[in-house]
C-alpha cells in the first residue's frame, strides 16, 4: 500500500490534492469552505475543537498573536481529524503585523512602490511568526470619496499608481515562495466597486459601469492577480442589484476565465448571507448556492455553506463539480503555503522575530517618505536659533492615535510620539512645551445665548481632563515656534467610520483658531485616514505636513523632516478639497461635454485645494525643455523633459507622466490619467533628463470585453509635478 500520496510531500501538488479529495466526505469537503472568527485571546473555545476534529473547520482569522494556542488548534486538525488536513489560518494585517508602518495611502504618496513591498515582507514576517499563513490584504480598492472612511486602506484615487502598488505588496507578502516560513498568502480585497458607495456611507449599494469597471476599480486587482496572488476577498456592495458575492461575471467570467486565476475566493463578513437582505436570495440556502456556483469559494463566518450545501448536493441543485473545484482551490493554497509540510509554528521564536531594529529602520524611513509637505512659508526645516517649540494638540504625545486604523497586533507602548521624537532630536539645545488642548473628539460642550443661539462654553473644561485654552495660549506665546497636532481620530477611520463632514474633530478646530491668533508661526502636523477640508489650518499655518496615520515610528520620522535632517519628497495620493459638498472629488474624471464653471453658486471652488500628486521639498525644482521625441526604427516616441533643482538643498523630485486621449470611440476617457513616474535626486544646481516612452501600455485602456486596446489619434501629453499643471503637449499616435 504506497504512502498516502497527499502526505508525500515528494509528490506533485496537484498529485496530492487530486488524492485527497478522492478520500473526503461531502462534510469534510463542505468543512474546508468554512472560516470560523476566533478573536478572543481566552482558551480555545471546546467547541471550536470538537468541530475542527470532526472535519467541519477549514480555516479561522485567528485575531491574536498567540503562537502556542495557533498550534493547540492546529494539532486537533493535523493529528485528530480523519483526513490531518491542516487549518489556514488568516488576519487583516494591512500596513503591519507588530511594526505598524504609516497606512497604505500614505505609503502610495511616496512614489515607490518597492517601499511597499520592503514593508509588507517584514509584515509577512512577524504575522507567519505567530502563526498566520494568510493576510487579508492589499485592500486593491480605489479612493473616490473621502466620507468613506475605508480610503485610509487604499492606495489612493489613480488606478495606474494603485496597481503598481498593490502589484509590490504582494510581491512583499508572498516573495518567490508563500510556503518559505517568511511568507504566506496575500487576500486581495474587496472584489470589486466597494470604494463608490452611495453618499459615502459603507456597505451602501454602488453603480458602476462596465467601462469605469474595467478601467478604473479592475486595473489594480489584475496588476496584483498578475502579481500572484493567491487568494481574493469578494465585497459587501452590489453593482446592478448583484452582491458582489454572487457576481459571476467578476468572480468567474473576469477572474477566472479572463486572467486565469487559480487561487480561491473568500466571501467578506457574512456577506453569504447578507444576499438575502439585500433581497437577493430567499434564504440562507439560496445564498449559498448563488454565492458558490458564481465563483465564491470560502464562506467567511455565516456556517451558510456548511449548513446548507450537503442538502443542495444530494437534490442536484449544488453540482458537486462546483464543490471540488472550490475545495480544489483553497486545499491548493494550503500546500502551496507548506500547511501540509510545516503544520506548525516555533512558538517560543516570536518575540525574537518582531520589532527588530531593521524594521523599525524601515518604517521610520516610510515616515519620512510617505509624510506630504503641503505648505511651508520658509519655516521648515526648523531654523537651528529655534530655543523654544510648543507641541501642542491632542495627537502631539498620544501612543495610540499614531497606530493607524487597521493595527494589527500593534501596541501603543511601541510607538515613538511626535514629543518623544522632538526631545530625542533637540535633546537639551530646545526646550519643547507640550499641551494636549482638548481630546481628539470633546464634543463642544455649548451654550444657548438670550437670542436664543447655541455657542460654545468655553469656560468649560475642553475635555475630562480639565484641560483648557488657557494653557495652550500661554505655550503658544512662549515659543519660537508652535507645532500644532490635529486631526481625526484613528477610531472614525477604516471600516464603518463613513463621515458627512470632513473637519477637525471635537473642538480642535477651536483650540487650533485660538494658537494661531498668537501670532507665533505655526507648523500644523494633520493625522488622518482620509483627506480632510482644514481651510483655517491651511490659511493660516506657516507649514502643514500631512502625515495620514503614520505608525511606530511617528516621531522619528517627523522629527526627522522638521529638523531637516531628511526632506520630505511624498505627493498626495488623494486629491483634498475645499469643501465636503465636492466630493466624490478625484483628478481623473471626465472632460464632460461642458465645463461646469469654476465655482459653485456658494463660491466654494469646483477644484481640489490640492490635487493628486502635489507635494513640496525642501527646494526648488524647474520643468524645462518638454517635448516629444519621436521614435526612431520602430522604437516609441518619448516624452522627455530637463528637471533642474534651483534651490539651496538637495532633494528628491517625483516628476509624473500624464495622458489623455483626446477622442475615444470606446468610451471618453478620463481629463488626464497617471501613467508613469520617476523619483530624481538632485543637488543643488544639478540638472537630469527624464524620459518616457509613450508605449502601447501608456497610452492604451481596457474595452468592455476586458482586451487591452490603444487607439491611433491624438493625446494630450504632460511632464509634471502633479496633476494639473502646466499646458499638455499634443503627440498623434500612428
Ligand atoms: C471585515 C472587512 C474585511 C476584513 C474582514 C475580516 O468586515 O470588510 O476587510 O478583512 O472583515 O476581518
Not at 512 to 520: E, I, K, S, W
Not at 562 to 572: F, Q
Not at 591 to 596: E, N
Amino acid at each position: 500500500m504506497s504512502t498516502c500520496c497527499y502526505k508525500d510531500s515528494s509528490k506533485p501538488v496537484e498529485k496530492r490534492i487530486k488524492d485527497l479529495i478522492g478520500r473526503m466526505t461531502v462534510e469534510e469537503k463542505l468543512g474546508q469552505l468554512n472560516q470560523i472568527y476566533r478573536g478572543s485571546d481566552n482558551p480555545l473555545p471546546a467547541e471550536f475543537a470538537i468541530q475542527v476534529r470532526n472535519g467541519k473547520i477549514g480555516s479561522f482569522i485567528w485575531g491574536y498573536a498567540q503562537p502556542e494556542l495557533r498550534n493547540q488548534m492546529q494539532r486537533v486538525a493535523v493529528e485528530e481529524s480523519r483526513l490531518g488536513i491542516p487549518l489556514i489560518f488568516g488576519m487583516d494585517i494591512i500596513h503591519g503585523a507588530r511594526t505598524i508602518f504609516p497606512i497604505a495611502p500614505a505609503m502610495a504618496g511616496a512614489f515607490e512602490p518597492e517601499l511597499l513591498e520592503r514593508a509588507q515582507a517584514v509584515a509577512a514576517k512577524e504575522a507567519r511568526a505567530q502563526g498566520l499563513e494568510w493576510v487579508f490584504a492589499p485592500m486593491c480598492d480605489l479612493a473616490r470619496d473621502a466620507r468613506w472612511g475605508r480610503v485610509a486602506e487604499t492606495c489612493g484615487e489613480d488606478p495606474y499608481l494603485s496597481a503598481l502598488c498593490n502589484a509590490a505588496q504582494v510581491r512583499g507578502f508572498q516573495g518567490d515562495d508563500p510556503g518559505s516560513g517568511e511568507h504566506l498568502a496575500a487576500c486581495l480585497k474587496h472584489y470589486v466597486g466597494y470604494s463608490s458607495p452611495r453618499g459615502g456611507r459603507d456597505y451602501s449599494d454602488t453603480e458602476i459601469t462596465e467601462w469605469t469597471l474595467r478601467n478604473a476599480h479592475l486595473p489594480s486587482f489584475h496588476a496584483a492577480i498578475n502579481a500572484g496572488a493567491l487568494t481574493v476577498m469578494s465585497s459587501f456592495n452590489a453593482i446592478g442589484g448583484i452582491p458582489a458575492v454572487a457576481n459571476r461575471h467578476t468572480l468567474t467570467e473576469i477572474l477566472r476565465e479572463e486572467w486565469k486565476f487559480k487561487g480561491f475566493v473568500v466571501s467578506d463578513w457574512n456577506a453569504v448571507i447578507e444576499a438575502v437582505s439585500w433581497g437577493y436570495a430567499k434564504d440562507h440556502a439560496e445564498a449559498a448556492r448563488l454565492a458558490i456556483c458564481a465563483g465564491n469559494d470560502m464562506d467567511m463566518l455565516s456556517t451558510s455553506y456548511y449548513r446548507t450545501l450537503a442538502k443542495q448536493i444530494e437534490d442536484g441543485t449544488v453540482p458537486m463539480a462546483v464543490v471540488d473545484e472550490a475545495v480544489r482551490r483553497v486545499l491548493r493554497v494550503k500546500f502551496q503555503v507548506g500547511l501540509f509540510d510545516r503544520p506548525y509554528v516555533d512558538a517560543a521564536a516570536y518575540e525574537s522575530a518582531i520589532l527588530r531594529p531593521e524594521y523599525l529602520a524601515l518604517a521610520r524611513e516610510s515616515v519620512v517618505k510617505s509624510t506630504v509637505l503641503l505648505k511651508n512659508e520658509g519655516v521648515l526645516p526648523l531654523s537651528r536659533k529655534i530655543r523654544k517649540i510648543a507641541l501642542i494638540g491632542p495627537f502631539g504625545d498620544d501612543q495610540t492615535e499614531m497606530l493607524g486604523c487597521w493595527q494589527g497586533n500593534g501596541e501603543p507602548k511601541d510607538v515613538v510620539t511626535i514629543a518623544s521624537g522632538l526631545k530625542d532630536k533637540f535633546g537639551s539645545k530646545i526646550s519643547l512645551a507640550v499641551v494636549k488642548g482638548c481630546s481628539v473628539s470633546t464634543e463642544p460642550r455649548m451654550k444657548m445665548l438670550q437670542d436664543g443661539s447655541t455657542v460654545i462654553d468655553d469656560s468649560v473644561p475642553m475635555d475630562n481632563a480639565g484641560i483648557t485654552l488657557k494653557e495652550a495660549v500661554s505655550a503658544a506665546k512662549n515659543a519660537d515656534v508652535v507645532i500644532m497636532a490635529v486631526g481625526e481620530p484613528k477610531g472614525i477611520t477604516g471600516e464603518g467610520g463613513s463621515r458627512a463632514t470632513l473637519t477637525l474633530t471635537g473642538r480642535q478646530q477651536e483650540l487650533f483658531d485660538a494658537v494661531a491668533r498668537c501670532g507665533r508661526p505655526v507648523v500644523t502636523i494633520v493625522f488622518s485616514g482620509r483627506t480632510l477640508t482644514l481651510p483655517e489650518v491651511f490659511d493660516k499655518s506657516a507649514a502643514v505636513l500631512f502625515a495620514w496615520q503614520p505608525g511606530i515610528q511617528a516621531g522619528n520620522g517627523l522629527a526627522d523632516l522638521i529638523s531637516g535632517d531628511a526632506a520630505p519628497s511624498a505627493r498626495l495620493s488623494m486629491s483634498v478639497p475645499y469643501e465636503v459638498g465636492q466630493v466624490p472629488l478625484y483628478y481623473n474624471h471626465y472632460v464632460t461635454g461642458r465645463r461646469s464653471g469654476g465655482v459653485y453658486r456658494d463660491g466654494v471652488p469646483t477644484a481640489a485645494r490640492f490635487w493628486f500628486g502635489y507635494g513640496l521639498t525642501y527646494t526648488k525644482f524647474e520643468y524645462s525643455d518638454i517635448k516629444i521625441v519621436s521614435g526612431k526604427k520602430g522604437k516609441p516616441a518619448e516624452a522627455v523633459a530637463v528637471i533642474s533643482n534651483k534651490g539651496r538643498r538637495k532633494g528628491v523630485e517625483t516628476v509624473q507622466l500624464y495622458i489623455r486621449q483626446l477622442a475615444c470611440n470606446e468610451g471618453a476617457r478620463p481629463m488626464q490619467e497617471l501613467r508613469g513616474f520617476k523619483r530624481v535626486a538632485l543637488k543643488p544646481g544639478e540638472s537630469a533628463e527624464v524620459r518616457f516612452p509613450l508605449t502601447s501600455e501608456v497610452l492604451g485602456y481596457v474595452d468592455r470585453k476586458g482586451n487591452m486596446r490603444v487607439d491611433k489619434g491624438d493625446f494630450h501629453v504632460w511632464i509634471a509635478p502633479h496633476a494639473r499643471y502646466g499646458e499638455p503637449l499634443v503627440y498623434s499616435h500612428k
